[in-house]
């Protein structure tokens, strides 16, 4: 049976990055997003540098039963994928009463349902076999509420709980399991008005670097760099809940008026 490793949200970025990463140990790549002209050109681009074997999916991910779709397309084909990285997502600014139904709708598909889908399909051959790893990209935005981004942050989180459980679940088999949370980084998401960058962004290749390390140390989750280490993980613990949720949207308001 062949092996790949599957990567959702590869056409840039974070996913991208790991799609890179792969392919410079060797591996067999599936890639999946929605623009196949994207995803086309890192295809060639990773055959050509690394001489790996690269598929691609074309597929939206917000629509329903897209996941299930790749799974069985991957079972027809006899592929066994034993590590799945699930990248893709987007986050939209403004408040829930402003931005459109819809929008919404699809950025839970994607963050939520996606990711609970492709995880779950893929786990049970997994098991079965006692060999794979799941690695899910949370976020820093996972630790805490963030008024104007609160479909973001809720779905996130969802990330970031549902997959340090799966990890606990798993840890007495040959499935690791990892939840990555990286904070402001390089990639469209940021350039594009998706979030507030506070100092320095990181780059696709640090999250990479760091998911890779914590995965050796067997952790369950990991969030990226010392900076957001602290705003994610340790002020949430030191201030009330309304204080922390208020200073947020302090500062949401003001890097808001700032781009305004």
């Known amino acids: 049976m062949k092996e790949k490793v599957l990567i959702t949200g590869a056409s840039s970025g974070i996913g991208k990055a790991f799609a890179e990463h792969y392919a410079q140990e060797g591996r067999d790549l599936l890639l999946v997003a929605r623009s196949k002209e994207r995803l086309t050109k890192v295809s060639k681009d990773l ?33 066994f994928i034993d590590i799945i990285i699930n990248c893709a997502g987007f986050g939209l600014n403004g408040t829930v009463n402003e931005i459109d139904y819809n929008n919404q709708h699809d950025e839970v598909m994607l963050n939520v349902v996606s990711v609970f889908d492709l995880t779950k399909k893929f786990l049970k051959p997994m098991i079965a076999r006692n060999k794979g790893t799941i690695i899910n990209v949370a976020s820093s935005s996972a630790y805490h509420p963030i008024p104007t981004m609160a479909v973001y942050a809720a779905s996130k989180a969802f990330v970031l709980s549902f997959t340090e459980a799966l990890a606990v679940e798993c840890q007495n088999s040959g499935v690791k399991v990892i939840a990555i949370s990286p904070g402001a980084t390089d990639t469209n998401f940021f350039s594009t008005g998706g979030g507030v960058a506070v100092g320095n962004l990181r ?58």
């Open 47 to 79: 055959h050509h540098k690394f001489n790996v074997k690269v598929e691609i999916i074309s597929s939206d991910l917000s629509v329903l039963e897209s996941g299930s779709k790749i799974y069985e397309y991957v079972c027809e084909q006899g592929i």
């Open 203 to 260: 780059t696709p290749s640090h999250v990479v670097d760091v998911t890779m390390k914590a995965l050796s140390k067997n952790k369950i989750s990991q969030i990226d760099g010392i900076n957001n280490y602290f705003t994610s993980a340790i002020l949430p613990r030191i201030l009330p809940r309304k204080a922390m949720v208020n200073m947020v949207y302090r500062i949401m308001k003001k890097q808001a008026n700032l781009k305004g």
